[in-house]
Nanobody
Framework: DVQLQASGGGLVQPGGSLRLSCAAS????????MSWVRQAPGKGPERVSA????????RYLDSVKGRFTISGDNAKNTLYLQMNSLKPEDTAVYYC?????????WGQGTQVTVSS
């Protein structure tokens, strides 16, 4: 079974940093494109960042460019999202996600709250 478990969220003040992790299992991590998706209260989901299977290509939502960095560790089957200079509008539940053979998978999310 494909399993994705996000962790590392919490309450942080504006300008602070958090590092999210996503432990993946049930597939060959290094062979699959991965993404971080977030959903704020009352809003639809939005893709924050993505990384290709080889790790050589990354993409970011315009509002997080220069502040967030996506990376992966194939040896640990883990996806990361380093988030710096956090803003209140970054508050959301963050999920890691992937698509395998046309099926989309979202893991259990982690809450990020940016507030003073």
């Amino acid at each position: 079974d494909v399993q994705l478990q996000a962790s590392g969220g919490g309450l942080v003040q504006p300008g602070g940093s958090l590092r999210l992790s996503c432990a993946a299992s049930g597939f060959t991590f290094g062979n699959i494109d991965m993404s971080w998706v977030r959903q704020a209260p009352g809003k639809g989901p939005e893709r924050v960042s993505a990384i290709n299977s080889g790790g050589g290509s990354t993409r970011y939502l315009d509002s997080v460019k220069g502040r967030f960095t996506i990376s992966g560790d194939n040896a640990k089957n883990t996806l990361y999202l380093q988030m710096n200079s956090l803003k209140p509008e970054d508050t959301a539940v963050y999920y890691c996600s992937t698509t395998i053979y046309g099926l989309g998978y979202w893991g259990q999310g982690t809450q990020v709250t940016v507030s003073s």
